[in-house]
């Protein structure tokens, strides 16, 4: 069983819909991380969160320490939002796990 | 800044040879990691390093990888002899040690590594 699990592994939208990634973790963290990997790009850290919500723009970034479970919200979706998204969480000893990634393709 | 620093970009090699990935961290920051990503597996952590010493490198394949970092400026990935299924892009990023485990990471571009 993997440290970190994503869902939905795939997810088609349509320009303008709202948009749920979901995130759980098994392990003890300091934080989780949402990451941001264009096509044939590199990767972006889009958020690091502890407790509560996060927002930046149109994402916005929620976790329940109690659940540990965490969600990445797009709101009014656009086609530049297309890529793969990253959950990760880190510990104390700064090591990282990830999940799989959710690929996000929005339509026009 | 101009971010985590990866040479090569790309590299195109024969199996059996021997290949090496380098990294310059972000001045200041503490930490290194180095990834390797692919279809299958998505992204794997290698090997990381806190004040140029390894932490944890229990990801690393086999004895055919190794890492260094000799100084906080620079870090090297080898692969030797090189295999068909080691084509992967690998990633290095860095990140302050700041408050244990809350740190960003910043990525490189990577290297996109192909073995024929």
């Known amino acids: 069983k993997n440290e970190v699990e994503q869902s939905p592994q795939n997810l088609t939208a349509q320009e303008g819909e709202f948009i749920t990634i979901n995130c759980s973790y098994s392990v003890g963290i300091s934080a989780l991380h949402w990451l941001q990997q264009h096509p044939g790009g590199g990767i972006v850290s889009l958020f690091m969160?502890?407790?509560g919500k996060k927002k930046h723009g149109r994402l916005i970034a929620t976790i329940n320490i109690q659940e540990k479970h965490s969600s990445l919200h797009i709101t009014a979706s656009h086609p530049r939002d297309s890529a793969v998204y990253i959950c990760a969480a880190s510990n104390t000893g700064n090591q990282f796990y990830f999940g799989t990634g959710t690929s996000l393709t929005v339509i026009p | 800044d101009a971010g985590v620093i990866q040479s090569p970009r790309h590299e195109v090699t024969e199996m059996g040879q021997e290949v090496t990935l380098r990294c310059k961290p972000i001045s200041g920051h503490n930490s290194l990691f180095w990834y390797r990503q692919t279809m299958m597996r998505g992204l794997e952590l290698l090997i990381y390093f806190n004040n140029n010493v390894p932490i944890d490198d229990s990801g690393m394949p086999e004895d055919r990888f190794s890492a260094k970092m000799p100084n906080a400026s620079f870090s090297t990935l080898k692969i030797q002899p090189s295999e068909p299924r080691d084509s992967a892009v690998y990633f290095c990023?860095?990140?302050?040690?700041?408050?244990?485990?809350?740190?960003?990471?910043?990525f490189g571009p990577g290297t996109r590594l192909t073995v024929l």
């Open positions: 990023a860095s990140s302050p040690l700041g408050v244990a485990g809350y740190n960003e990471q910043f």
């Open positions: 969160l502890s407790s």
